[in-house]
């Protein structure tokens, strides 16, 4: 069992950054492919990042690309995700999710996802 535990969140103004950090509890990271999705007040979750556990490959959605950046310290047990230029569409509730792997390959379907965090609210003002 893998417990995540996010934190970074909060209000910042349009334009702005903040860096959200996803770390386990109790157990290594390595080995864990591990994303990040958010969901907004009414609207479905989304996939938003991810990253495999060797850090070799990731991706970011489409909504957040060039803004956003995940990275990993597997010697940390934490997962980053940097978030620079934002926007006030971003604001949600940002969720760090894990599952086992150690495939080059990432999935991007919340449902491939075995563990996740409590989530970390961040809204940004216009």
């Known amino acids: 069992q893998v417990q995540l535990v996010e934190s970074g969140g909060g209000l910042v103004q349009a334009g702005g950054s903040l860096r959200l950090s996803c770390a386990t509890s109790?157990?290594?990271?390595?080995?864990?492919?591990v994303g990040w999705f958010r969901q907004a007040p009414g609207k479905e979750r989304e996939f938003v990042a991810v990253i495999t556990w060797r850090g070799g490959n990731s991706y970011c959605a489409d909504s957040v690309k060039g803004r956003f950046t995940i990275s990993r310290d597997n010697a940390k047990n934490t997962v980053y995700l940097q978030m620079n230029s934002l926007k006030p569409e971003d604001t949600a509730v940002y969720y760090c999710?894990?599952?086992?792997?150690?495939?080059?390959?990432?999935?991007?379907?919340?449902?491939?996802?075995?563990?996740w965090g409590q989530g970390t609210q961040v809204t940004v003002s216009s």
């Open positions: 999710a894990a599952y086992l792997s150690d495939s080059y390959y990432y999935n991007v379907r919340s449902d491939e996802y075995d563990f």
């Open positions: 109790g157990r290594t990271f390595s080995r864990y492919t």
